[in-house]
């Protein structure tokens, strides 16, 4: 059983934490100089913020730590790494040490996103580095079987992620946010990665649903001029947790 007043309380936090952290991505160059005084600057904002990770459990960290890193390396591979490296600073950057909390025991490798971070820096395209992306993913990919909790508390709390990021990132048909925009686009490839995880017959309905949410990003998480309706999102995201077996409020 979810409980409900967790993820709420959980998610009003993740968006004041997870928008000033990303919002400002066209401001940085990369993951150097520029992408640390990004970092800093949005720890500086949040001082009077309670820390999310303590709010959230493992998974849920996890979750949240691998939609980040999936936006970045889905930017990176389309060739846009000024907008990748805000989100591939999550698994490296000391503003974000607290979302890592306890995931050394689960077999993170901060060599591999270091690596990557340095490719980023130095000017490096994602072709030459695809297999640190790969290992990177991977890496996110066996902390998460190894994480533990309820598959459908995760992905319970990535669809009410999603919804809310979404309706930030997009309004009246522009994208206003695109930190929030490849966010969400993350959570959806972390939700679906998430599904494998339920028994067949869940997840036989739960996964076209999922599917079906990931293609209303027309670009991927490149921001388009026309972007899908948040409305249409978040119907999607109605059609998700009915499937998963969330009543619908």
């Known amino acids: 059983m979810i409980n409900k007043t967790f993820i709420t309380l959980a998610l009003t936090l993740l968006v004041a934490w997870s928008s000033a952290g990303c919002s400002r991505q066209a401001d940085t160059g990369g993951s150097g100089a520029k992408a640390d005084e990004l970092a800093e600057a ?4 949040h001082t009077q913020t309670p820390d999310l990770p303590d709010v959230l459990t493992r998974p849920l960290r996890l979750a949240f730590m691998s939609g980040h890193v999936e936006a970045g390396i889905a930017l990176y591979r389309a060739g846009e790494p000024t907008m990748a490296a805000p989100h591939l600073l999550h698994p490296v950057s000391e503003t974000h040490a607290a979302e890592r909390a306890g995931l050394d025991e689960l077999g ?3 060599t591999v996103f270091e690596a990557v971070s340095s490719a980023l820096d130095a000017g490096i395209t994602a ?4 297999s640190q992306l790969v290992k990177a993913q991977q890496n996110l990919a066996d902390m998460a079987s190894r994480a533990g909790g309820e598959p459908v508390e ?5 669809l009410d992620t999603i919804d809310k990021e979404y309706a930030i990132g997009v309004v009246d048909g522009v994208v206003t946010d695109p930190g929030e925009y490849q966010d969400a686009y993350g959570f959806t490839r972390v939700a679906i990665a998430t599904a494998a ?3 067949t017959e869940l997840r036989d309905a739960v996964l076209p649903e999922l599917e079906a949410l990931l293609q209303l990003w027309p670009s991927a998480p490149v921001p388009p001029e026309n972007p899908t309706p948040s409305p249409l999102v978040a119907q999607q995201v109605a059609g998700a947790r009915f499937a998963l077996g969330i009543p619908i409020e």
Do not use: R, S, Y
């Open 108 to 110: 993170f490798d901060p």
């Open 127 to 130: 072709d030459e580095v695809d």
């Open 154 to 158: 995760v992905i319970a709390f990535l």
């Open 197 to 199: 995880q339920l028994p």
């Open 42 to 45: 949005a720890a500086a904002e």
